[in-house]
């Protein structure tokens, strides 16, 4: 009995070829200016781009930027600020219109609407403090204050306290009018008393009691007692 035997050789089919797709791309340009909606580059293939959501800081002219594009007609997009040719400053958009601007002067935050919320303790220390609102409120269960100096300026002040205390080394008040109305006790301690009127001195009272312990002196043009 007779064989042949032949060798069997393994057989590859060809892999599917992937569907075509666009093919992005990175580059980098130069910003040349910047409108409201489109950025314009300095690149001879994109000449505009916008700002991509994850790109936070705003491209400014001259800026080196990192850009994406899928081809000639789809959308390029800015992804990063490279370089610039201001690096102390910086604008920096958040989604809602908020911006964060800085610069050798300092930080200005500009938004419709800032709340800042703690659990624990607050603390600002500044050289100079400016506040300035059309209105405000303030709830301060127990508030503890320090001024070297004090001034203020109003047109209208109301204050409603339960109680009032101060203590003051000397009052100065100059008054054009001064109503006050006590309905209990109106108590004066003072080491000496002086009242001066320069027209009429009215004194209305149910009973009224003068005790001196030492010289009592009346003096007037004239003088009607009882």
Known sequence: MSATVHSLHPQTRPAAAAP?????????????????????LDHPDYPEARQAASCLLAPE?????????????????????????RPQAGNLTLP?????????????????????????????????????????????????????????????????????SSQVGRLIQRLVESFRHTEGLDET?????????????????GHITHTARGFVKIDGNKIDLG
Do not use: C
């Open 96 to 164: 809602g219109g908020t911006q964060l601007t800085a610069d050798v002067q300092g930080l200005t935050l500009n938004s419709q609407a800032l709340s800042l919320n703690t659990a624990g303790r607050l603390q600002m220390n500044s050289g100079e403090l400016d506040l300035n609102a059309a209105s405000g409120n303030m709830r301060i269960k127990h508030w503890r204050g320090w001024f070297d100096t004090a001034e203020a300026h109003a047109v209208n002040v109301k204050l409603t306290a339960k109680t009032l």
């Open 189 to 205: 301690r003072a080491g000496r008393v002086h009242v001066s009127a320069e027209d009429h001195h009215h004194v209305n009272a």
């Open 20 to 40: 075509a797709g666009p093919a992005y791309g990175l580059s980098t340009a130069t910003v040349a200016a910047v409108s409201e909606e489109n950025i314009l």
């Open 61 to 85: 002219p001259g800026d080196t930027v990192l850009v994406t594009h899928a081809g000639h007609e789809s959308t390029v997009y800015i992804l990063a600020v490279l370089e610039r040719t």
